[in-house]
């Protein structure tokens, strides 16, 4: 079992850039494949960004690629999303996950959640 608690939300401007950070508590973080997710308003919950164990492999969904970075340290538990140019559709409450077999990106099914956190991005 890993609890996942997110920070690092808030209300930016439209090219702005915020970092998102998610820190693992719990069972052996190196464990966990992981993964953001986000949620918006009257939206379904959609794939973000996934990164590998070792941290060696990353997925990004078309919309965010180039623009988003995925990153995890072992050493501290953490997994982070660094947004940049951030546009008012990016707009949602961000999701921390972890799975221990994969993250795809054409799912949204993950063993383990975290609260979430609230991204505004006003044009």
């Known amino acids: 079992q890993v609890q996942l608690v997110e920070s690092g939300g808030g209300l930016v401007q439209a090219g702005d850039s915020l970092r998102l950070s998610c820190a693992a508590s719990g069972r052996t973080f190196s464990y966990y494949v992981m993964g953001w997710f986000r949620q918006a308003p009257g939206k379904e919950r959609e794939f973000v960004a996934s990164?590998?164990?070792?941290?060696?492999?990353?997925n990004y969904a078309g919309s965010v690629k180039g623009r988003f970075t995925i990153s995890r340290d072992n050493f501290k538990n953490s997994v982070y999303l660094q947004m940049n140019s951030l546009k008012p559709e990016d707009t949602a409450v961000y999701y921390c996950?972890?799975?221990?077999?994969?993250?795809?990106?054409?799912?949204?099914?993950?063993?383990?959640w975290g609260q979430g956190t609230q991204v505004t991005v006003s044009s």
């Open positions: 996950a972890a799975d221990s077999n994969r993250i795809a990106s054409s799912s949204s099914r993950a063993e383990h």
């Open positions: 990164i590998s164990r070792s941290g060696t492999n990353t």
